[in-house]
């Protein structure tokens, strides 16, 4: 009978074979589409860009301050108007008479203007990368597989904390091997999203052992708990919605605020007087009184 450290290994060791199945032929791969603008074309990888740059810039390498403005002419009177109002408002052509030529380029930094796409820390590893091989694809696209399996094996003991080992393994074996993972792993600026799961997990696990504890919280894992939720935000925007999942956790799996109710009815007694009917074996024992 194997320990569990030894099913642990066992299943990372499964875990790592199943993604490197998938997604192998992703490491030979280059640059493409998003990784042009995020990666070749960002000055915020270069070692000659100051790191604190990542805090004020975007994910492309663009001031965080720097808006998107669309032309716009109404006879001899010309303007621009923000690129959030076209949308929000929904303007038109016949509301702005714009020339779609003049719309900024979102996936290149060729543009002077912002995509504001906050993700600081995966810039960083982007700039790791680039340290160490600067702009060889295969490392990034090493990571990137690396992190995946990470995530696996992170979804497997998250999944273990809630229901069974055998439930937990077979949707970790789903989990690694989904069609819905591959832009994401293959796709260098995909990392956003995979490392922003993995703090997401990690901080969702050190909040389920914050709130094992009985009478009292444990605000060190909940403290880690915070920590995380601010590092997967940090990693991509949708990072913050693990706050939502640890508040659901606790209301539907700690508190038990809200109980499915449901009532099943109890059989017909039995026709046989020997045989106790369903509501004579449900009902108390009699218990004899003191005041005889």
């Known amino acids: 009978m194997a ?4 099913r642990e290994f066992f299943y990372s060791a499964g875990l790592l074979a199943l993604v490197l199945a998938c997604y192998s032929n992703a490491i030979s791969c280059g640059f493409a589409y998003d990784d042009k603008g995020a990666i070749l074309k960002n000055e915020d990888l270069r070692p000659n860009s100051s790191i604190s740059k990542l805090l004020f810039n975007d994910f492309w390498g663009v001031p965080m301050n720097k808006d998107q403005d669309v032309s716009w002419s109404r006879g001899n009177v010309r303007g621009t108007v ?13 509301d702005l008479d714009y020339d779609p030529t003049n719309l900024p380029n979102y996936k290149s930094n060729s543009s002077d203007e912002s995509h504001k796409s906050y993700r600081p820390l995966c810039v960083l590893t982007f700039r790791l990368n680039y340290a160490l091989g600067e702009l060889n694809p295969w490392g990034y696209h090493l990571v990137n597989v ?14 273990k904390q809630i ?15 989904h069609a819905v ?51 997967a935000t940090a990693s991509k925007e949708q990072g913050i919605t693990v706050a939502g999942i640890c508040c659901i956790y606790e209301i539907f799996y700690i508190q038990k605020i809200f ?25 108390p024992p009699l218990s004899l009184s003191t005041d005889l």
Request: one cysteine or more; aromatic letters at 10%; proline letters at 6%.
């Open 146 to 159: 690396v992190l995946h399996w990470v995530m696996c094996v992170l979804f497997l003991k998250a999944a």
């Open 3 to 6: 320990t569990a450290s030894q």
């Open 82 to 94: 923000k690129l959030y109002d076209v949308f929000a408002y929904k303007l038109t052509e016949a």
């Open 259 to 283: 109980k499915p109710s449901c009532s099943v009815p109890l059989p017909n007694p039995s026709p046989d007087p020997l045989i106790p009917s369903a509501s004579q074996r449900l009902a």
């Open 181 to 231: 993972h591959t832009e994401a792993v293959t796709g260098v600026v995909g990392r956003a999203e995979i490392l922003s799961s993995v703090f997401m997990l990690l901080s969702f696990m050190a909040y389920v052992k914050a709130a094992e504890a009985n009478s009292t919280t444990n605000w060190k894992y909940m403290s880690w708990s915070a920590l995380l939720i601010v590092m």
């Open 163 to 177: 229901i069974d080992e055998e439930s937990s393994v077979n949707a970790s074996l789903l989990f690694a091997v």
